[in-house]
């Protein structure tokens, strides 16, 4: 689970309360603590948590050729996004 500071951080970010690199310094933290508790129980593969994405699915579904993304409620705005392509930019 992410923490709730980094979901209201995501939101201000879209609201333009916060700049990007605030965010950004705010996920290295986090970051940095949950790859630091995994392993400190010993976990032998750690993970970043993805906490630099919105929402982990959203990514792997909109690399699909003809897929298209409708922005709603979780970003105040009804847009349409269109994926022609075998790839995209990161």
Known sequence: MRPAELHEAR????????SAEALRA???KHIREVVAKQESIG???????????DWW???FIHGFDGVELAAGDAYG???VQEHRGASRPS
């Open 43 to 53: 976990m032998q593969a750690v993970t970043d948590g993805e906490f630099r994405r």
């Open 57 to 59: 699915h959203i990514d």
């Open 77 to 79: 705005e009804r847009e």
């Open 11 to 18: 939101a201000k970010a879209k609201r333009g309360e916060m």
């Open 26 to 28: 705010l996920q290295d």
